[in-house]
């Protein structure tokens, strides 16, 4: 159990790559069409953490990875009917409120992001519930509009004798931010993990720590260089915490300098921490 409730602002930035594709756009940039605002989806963020969890890891008890493309869902909610011993149930006539809650602190012990992301388990014929996560991400967005550049490539490499033999160089194109900084709101309800999933401390450092690592090993061509720029961590005292997290996020101002016109890096912007903090409120800088 945790007793502390945690609100947090993650900023990080992009170097001439893309940080979240839209399928929508042909894998551009996400941007909000209005104002010109990048933003990454929180699926996209926590997809991060799975990832460098599911790496740091490797399959420690406790801390296997439940969305991931591994095998068929249903297939590791059967595995927790199997593990706990409970009835299998091959017509799927209704769910069974005991078993299926049984089911459901299996998937809770074992499946890191079902403790910290909750996970919809309601699917096939062995239910193991609905969990509503105690860490949730906001979209992050950039603070200043982007330019979404479209660059030109070229391929060499031919895949088939037709294509081989007309000897001219292939040509494609990546869509890439020149530069974007980003911010991203994040909270965990201590109220909601105790009651629910029995989230750790440890389940809590290791969030920090995959936060600030991430990007380390998820480095790729299509996304650039992307960094860190800062993790500032609200702690409340209590667990229903001690101040609304408007008034907090406040307190972390990200503003492009008044000399700038387009921004190429993260010195572009200047960052203020106002470090007075509410009563029962602590600010920890990572």
């Not at 990080?12 to 839209?22: A, E, K």
């Not at 963020?45 to 406790?62: F, Q, S």
């Not at 409970?86 to 089911?103: C, M, R, S």
């Amino acid at each position: 159990m945790i007793q502390n409730k945690y609100d947090f602002i993650l900023l990080y930035d992009v170097i001439n790559g893309n940080p979240n594709g839209d399928p929508d756009a042909g894998n551009a940039p996400r941007t909000d069409p209005e104002t010109g605002i990048g933003f990454v989806t929180d699926v996209c963020m926590k997809r991060k953490v799975r990832n460098y969890v599911d790496l740091v890891k490797d399959g420690e008890p406790g801390f296997n990875i439940l969305i991931k493309n591994d095998q068929p869902l249903n297939d590791k909610f059967k595995a927790a009917y199997v593990a706990e011993h409970l009835p299998i149930d091959k017509t799927k006539k209704g769910t069974n409120p005991p078993v299926e809650q049984k089911a459901m602190k299996y998937m809770c012990r074992n499946y890191y992001d079902v403790r910290m992301f909750g996970a919809v388990m309601s699917t096939g014929k062995n239910s193991c519930g609905i969990v509503r996560g105690p860490v949730q991400f906001s979209f992050s967005e950039s603070v200043s509009p982007i330019f979404v550049n479209e660059v030109s490539i070229t391929r060499q490499a031919k895949t088939d004798e037709e294509r081989q033999a007309k000897g001219d160089t292939e040509m494609g194109n990546k869509s890439i931010v020149p530069y974007g900084l980003y911010r991203m709101n994040g909270h965990i309800s201590a109220a909601l993990a105790n009651k629910v999933t029995d989230l750790s401390e440890e389940d809590v450092d290791l969030l920090w720590t995959a936060l600030l690592n991430m990007f380390e090993e998820d480095r790729s061509a299509a996304r650039g260089e992307m960094n860190v720029r800062g993790l500032y961590i609200f702690k409340h005292d209590g667990v229903l915490g001690n101040a609304r997290f408007a008034e907090l996020a406040d307190k972390v101002k990200v503003k492009l300098k008044d000399d700038v016109v387009a921004p190429r890096q993260f010195e572009d912007y200047k960052v203020t921490v106002d470090e007075n903090m509410p009563n029962g409120v602590t600010l920890i800088e990572k």
